[in-house]
Structure formats: C-alpha cells, structure tokens
C-alpha cells in the first residue's frame, strides 16, 4: 500500500511515475495506461491518480488529449529545472547527456560567480567558504562530504554579493547536489580526490585573485566532468 494520508499518497504518485517516465521506463510518445487501469496498477483512488497526473503535466512531462490519452512528452518539453524532475534524473544512472548539460550549466555560473567572489567577498563570507572546505576534508562518508561540498558552492555564490546571483542557488541547487554526489560515489574509496582543487578556490578566494580562482573552479568542473563522463550511459 502507497501513504495513507491523502496528501502524501498524491505526492508519492507523483514521484513514482515520475522516476519511471524519467527513467524511460515510460518512453516519450508512448501513452500511459488508462486512468481506471493505472490506478488499479498503482492501488489509489482515480481522484488522487487525476490530479497527480495534472501536477506531471504541469512540470512538462505528460500532456492529456481527449479520444487520445495522456502521453510522455518529448524531454525538451520537461521542466528540467524543476526540483522533482531534478531529484529523479538524480535518482536514476544519468545520461551522458544529462553529465553534460549539468557541466556546461556549472561552467556557466560557477567560474565566473568565483571571480566575483574573489573580488567582493567580505571577511564573514571567506570564513564560511573555509568552514565548508574544513567539513569536507573533515568528512567521514561520501553523503557528509556532498553536502559540505555543495555547501562549499553555496557560500562561494553568496560571496558574489550579486543580489541576483544568490537566489540562483535554490534553481541549481537539487542538480548540483545530485551532480556532486554522483561524482563523490563514482570516485568510491577517493571521494575526497578533489579537495586539492577545491583548495586551490578557496585560497585564491581569500588571496582576492580573480582570474586564479576562475580558472581552479573551471579545472575542477572539468575534473568531475571527466569523472561522471567515463561511467554515464549514452542516451
């Protein structure tokens, strides 16, 4: 049986097609089966199954069309920035598609927001950048080093002082967690094998040197690129 209560039954609707539409399980073009059939397949009500379909078709992933049914659309048409459908690339093998749209996102945010960062970073925003760096070397497991890791970028962005930049951070911030992980638990044993990079950021963050600590955060987008890619599937 899926949750009891009617709020997180939707919710696990919702995350359990979405992981197989996402996954390719249900191929795009391909229509899913009959409302009265899914829900029996799924053991819900067709009043939850109805609206957790619409929320699926709101993130772009399904569209429903009379005499027709509802269809997995093509991926262009996904909201590949939404959270869910984020959490559920990252829950699957990513493509080696997916590996290079995530490192060519990050080397479009990320070295330039680390120059800035070089620039206009106060005292309280360096010493938040150490203390992230100190949780990873410090990490004892790939989990706690993600995290601390994706608090490392986190303060980075905020040291930008960009008013703009930082609310960035909540868009990128489930495809950046998911792209950390995956690369910690690709390097297995070596989780760690980047903190010389990340140290390289840090200290030409605090050195205030712009165009070194623009080029560490490139080397290391190209190392864990180089990493995920050799393991990723083709699409």
Do not use: C
Not at 16 to 37: F, M, N, S
Not at 69 to 75: A, D, K, L, N, W
Not at 78 to 102: C, I, K, R, Y
Request: avoid cysteine.
């Amino acid at each position: 049986m899926m949750a009891t209560s009617s709020r997180s039954l939707h919710g696990q609707i919702v995350h359990e097609l979405g992981k197989l539409i996402v996954a390719g399980q249900y191929k795009p073009g391909e229509i899913l089966p009959r409302e009265e059939r899914l829900a029996v397949q799924l053991q819900v009500s067709r009043t939850a199954l109805r609206e957790s379909l619409r929320v699926l078709g709101s993130k772009g992933l399904i569209e429903t069309r009379q005499k027709i049914g509802t269809r997995v659309r093509e991926s262009e048409h996904w909201n590949l920035l939404d959270p869910d459908v984020l959490s559920w690339h990252g829950a699957a093998l990513p493509t080696l598609e997916f590996v290079e749209q995530l490192a060519e996102m990050r080397e479009l945010i990320e070295p330039p927001a680390a120059a800035l960062a070089a620039q206009r970073r106060t005292d309280a925003q360096l010493t938040r950048i150490g203390q992230a760096y100190g949780a990873m070397a410090a990490a004892e497991d790939m989990e706690a080093w993600a995290a601390a890791d994706l608090r490392f970028h986190h303060a980075v962005l905020d040291a930008t002082g960009n008013a703009l930049l930082r609310p960035l951070f909540s868009v990128i911030e489930t495809a950046l967690g998911s792209y950390l992980l995956l690369s910690a638990r690709k390097a297995d044993a070596d989780f760690k094998y980047s903190l010389p990079r990340h140290a390289r950021v840090h200290e030409a963050i605090a050195a205030q040197q712009p165009e070194q600590a623009r080029q560490a955060m490139l080397e290391m987008i190209a190392d864990s690129r180089s990493n995920l890619r050799s393991e990723a599937p083709s699409p």
